[in-house]
């Protein structure tokens, strides 16, 4: 099997393990060890980490440090081309004769085919409505000549035998002719490199090479004089025995033209494997075959799908990981299947159709839950897999000093380091520092590292935080971002928006904060001083345990 194809199937088929949007080093890292986890468990089916956003410095510096895979992007899941089971039909060379695309299509039930050039670059396609019209309109006498058809489709078209001549590159150059009546007749009807169909009369055979024919086909299989095959080599004159009689041939020797010639060649409806199944479905009825080309990530043609195949469709499976609120989940959650969920967080406002596997702890990373499921289930861990778990405790715990941060994580996060054979409070600092490293971003970057929007009765609004260990990239990041909230508040849609600038090895976080009524919020949830949208908040490490809880708090007293 084609391994493109294999890996499509086992892509469509896949669970996706996933966190959520905007997406920290934890988010990234337990989608990855969670699905080595799951694999490790459970043979019969297959687990893929994914993410819903792109990765963030800190997660970036992690992976590469492990050598880790970046997850593939699904920033929707909602159904599209590569949930659908894509028809893993061979493109076909545009020499392809006109007879042999039928007798394909005929065979395989299709009613297009793909033309691709050596590369599986997609040329051109072909119906069968396509190869009904160039038969239809088969009595061109110079179709072959036009179509620059070569030799060897219409050997292969008249099931033919060669007894003269190299056809080899060559192609036909003059009109069909069928070699009946007088030779006198003959004389005048044909001309230079003409194809010549003929019975078994000498005479005949011999006019049209004196006549400088380009072919001569013979019928039924006849026998051909040593006298004529000499001349006929001499005067480079090919001959061709078919088993057709001359009507025969007649009739299908026009289908030896090439599909290339009939193709459909602009304008070609093609889908790649992230279009939308509702988007396909409207192009689907408005177009006039069957079958639709589908492209892969590369842009190479990968096969085909019909309307059946989107009636067959299956909504993507998926395990959410270090999240459980909709609002922080990859769009088009409504349309997929949850199946699982491994999370730290508070429950929020995520609804299921099924009853699904919820297991929600109150621990400082979703890598520690996931580590006690290693143990549990007698999983070994291997240094990579320990690395990535380690660098998410790391991140989420701010290095054991985050209030959110149990006994349990720091636990698992030594021993984690042990198996990495990691110096973790060295990779610690390294890791944080690569994090908290803004050159080169732009404030909507930054802003996008570590964001998540919550709902808390009619109110809207979103958090993010940065971790800095130095005061320099800390008060750059506040100087980019600062600008760029009320921005993002006003293209969301939220009520508010606030942004931590945590600092590390201080243990504490300056706020910034829009939206009406901002401040006012905040001095009551927090009982601190609030000026020109800014607030010092000492000992806040934790968005989680810290921040969002007090501010739901807060806004409950608005409610009332």
Same mark, same amino acid.
């Given at each position: 099997?084609?391994?493109?194809?294999?890996?499509?199937?086992?892509?469509?088929?896949?669970?996706?393990?996933?966190?959520?949007?905007?997406?920290?080093?934890?988010?990234?890292?337990?989608?990855?060890?969670?699905?080595?986890?799951?694999?490790?468990?459970?043979?019969?089916?297959?687990?893929?980490?994914?993410?819903?956003?792109?990765?963030?410095?800190?997660?970036?510096?992690?992976?590469?440090?492990?050598?880790?895979?970046?997850?593939?992007?699904?920033?929707?899941?909602?159904?599209?081309?590569?949930?659908?089971?894509?028809?893993? !039909?061979?493109?076909?060379?545009?020499?392809?004769?006109?007879?042999? !695309?039928?007798?394909?299509?005929?065979?395989?039930?299709?009613?297009?085919?793909?033309?691709?050039?050596?590369?599986?670059?997609?040329?051109?396609?072909?119906?069968?409505?396509?190869?009904?019209?160039?038969?239809?309109?088969?009595?061109?006498?110079?179709?072959?000549?036009?179509?620059?058809?070569?030799?060897?489709?219409?050997?292969?078209?008249?099931?033919? =035998?060669?007894?003269?001549?190299?056809?080899?590159?060559?192609?036909?150059?003059?009109?069909?002719?069928?070699?009946?009546?007088?030779?006198?007749?003959?004389?005048?009807?044909?001309?230079?490199?003409?194809?010549?169909?003929?019975?078994?009369?000498?005479?005949?055979?011999? =006019?049209?090479?004196?006549?400088?024919?380009?072919?001569?086909?013979?019928?039924?299989?006849?026998?051909?004089?040593?006298?004529?095959?000499?001349?006929?080599?001499?005067?480079?004159?090919?001959?061709?025995?078919?088993?057709?009689?001359?009507?025969?041939?007649?009739?299908?020797?026009?289908?030896?033209?090439?599909?290339?010639?009939?193709?459909?060649?602009?304008?070609?409806?093609?889908?790649?494997?992230?279009?939308?199944?509702?988007?396909?479905?409207?192009?689907?009825?408005?177009?006039?075959?069957?079958?639709?080309?589908?492209?892969?990530?590369?842009?190479?043609?990968?096969?085909?799908?019909?309307?059946?195949?989107?009636?067959?469709?299956?909504?993507?499976?998926?395990?959410?990981?270090?999240?459980?609120?909709?609002?922080?989940?990859?769009?088009?959650?409504?349309?997929?299947?949850?199946?699982?969920?491994?999370?730290?967080?508070?429950?929020?406002?995520?609804?299921?159709?099924?009853?699904?596997?919820?297991?929600?702890?109150?621990?400082?990373?979703?890598?520690?839950?996931?580590?006690?499921?290693?143990?549990?289930?007698?999983?070994?861990?291997?240094?990579?897999?320990?690395?990535?778990?380690?660098?998410?405790?790391?991140?989420?715990?701010?290095?054991?000093?985050?209030?959110?941060? =149990?006994?349990?994580?720091?636990?698992?996060?030594?021993?984690?380091?042990?198996?990495?054979?990691?110096?973790?409070?060295?990779?610690?600092?390294?890791?944080?520092?690569?994090?908290?490293?803004?050159?080169?971003?732009?404030?909507?970057?930054?802003?996008?590292?570590?964001?998540?929007?919550?709902?808390?009765?009619?109110?809207?609004?979103?958090?993010?935080?940065?971790?800095?260990?130095?005061?320099?990239?800390?008060? !750059?990041?506040?100087?980019?971002?600062?600008?760029?909230?009320?921005?993002?508040?006003?293209?969301?849609?939220?009520?508010?928006?606030?942004?931590?600038? =945590?600092?590390?090895?201080?243990?504490?976080?300056?706020?910034?904060?829009?939206?009406?009524?901002?401040?006012?919020?905040?001095?009551?949830?927090?009982?601190?001083?609030?000026?020109?949208?800014?607030?010092?908040?000492?000992?806040?490490?934790?968005?989680?345990?810290?921040?969002?809880?007090?501010?739901?708090?807060?806004?409950?007293?608005?409610?009332?």
């Amino acid at each position: 099997m084609n391994p493109a194809s294999t890996e499509l199937e086992q892509n469509t088929h896949a669970i996706k393990v996933i966190g959520h949007r905007n997406p920290d080093t934890d988010s990234i890292c337990s989608a990855i060890a969670y699905s080595r986890l799951k694999n490790a468990i459970d043979e019969s089916r297959v687990y893929k980490p994914c993410r819903a956003g792109q990765l963030n410095r800190e997660t970036s510096f992690v992976l590469d440090h492990f050598g880790a895979e970046t997850p593939q992007l699904y920033v929707d899941v909602s159904p599209q081309m590569r949930d659908v089971d894509i028809r893993l !039909a061979e493109g076909v060379d545009g020499e392809m004769s006109m007879r042999k !695309a039928w007798t394909r299509m005929r065979d395989q039930n299709l009613d297009t085919l793909c033309v691709v050039d050596d590369e599986k670059n997609l040329k051109g396609l072909i119906t069968v409505k396509d190869v009904a019209t160039a038969n239809m309109d088969g009595l061109d006498p110079f179709i072959l000549a036009q179509s620059e058809t070569s030799y060897q489709n219409v050997i292969e078209t008249i099931d033919g =035998t060669v007894l003269v001549g190299d056809p080899a590159g060559r192609t036909v150059q003059g009109r069909i002719i069928i070699g009946a009546g007088s030779a006198e007749m003959m004389e005048r009807a044909i001309k230079k490199g003409d194809v010549v169909i003929v019975s078994n009369r000498s005479e005949s055979q011999l =006019t049209a090479i004196e006549m400088e024919a380009g072919c001569i086909v013979v019928g039924l299989d006849s026998k051909v004089s040593k006298t004529i095959r000499m001349l006929a080599e001499e005067n480079d004159c090919l001959i061709i025995s078919t088993p057709l009689n001359t009507y025969a041939t007649g009739q299908i020797i026009s289908q030896a033209a090439p599909i290339r010639y009939y193709m459909l060649k602009e304008g070609i409806m093609t889908f790649n494997l992230n279009t939308p199944v509702e988007a396909a479905t409207k192009i689907m009825g408005s177009v006039r075959h069957r079958y639709f080309p589908v492209l892969g990530d590369d842009g190479k043609y990968l096969g085909v799908v019909s309307r059946r195949n989107l009636l067959n469709l299956q909504k993507k499976q998926l395990i959410l990981v270090d999240h459980n609120e909709k609002s922080q989940a990859a769009e088009g959650l409504e349309d997929a299947e949850v199946l699982e969920i491994i999370d730290h967080h508070r429950i929020g406002s995520l609804e299921t159709d099924n009853p699904v596997y919820f297991r929600n702890m109150p621990v400082g990373c979703t890598c520690t839950i996931i580590y006690q499921m290693y143990q549990e289930n007698n999983v070994p861990i291997d240094k990579q897999t320990a690395g990535l778990m380690l660098s998410a405790i790391l991140s989420d715990t701010l290095m054991f000093r985050s209030p959110t941060c =149990t006994s349990f994580d720091e636990r698992a996060a030594r021993r984690l380091a042990e198996i990495a054979d990691m110096d973790l409070e060295a990779y610690a600092d390294e890791m944080f520092e690569h994090g908290g490293d803004i050159s080169g971003e732009t404030a909507e970057q930054i802003f996008g590292t570590d964001y998540k929007v919550f709902t808390s009765g009619a109110f809207h609004f979103g958090v993010g935080q940065g971790s800095y260990m130095s005061e320099r990239n800390r008060k !750059a990041a506040e100087a980019l971002v600062g600008p760029y909230l009320e921005t993002a508040r006003t293209k969301q849609g939220l009520d508010y928006v606030f942004y931590l600038f =945590t600092d590390v090895r201080n243990a504490a976080s300056d706020l910034l904060m829009v939206g009406k009524g901002a401040e006012a919020l905040v001095k009551r949830a927090f009982d601190t001083e609030v000026k020109d949208g800014a607030a010092l908040l000492p000992g806040v490490l934790s968005r989680k345990k810290q921040f969002v809880p007090a501010l739901i708090d807060a806004l409950k007293h608005v409610e009332q």
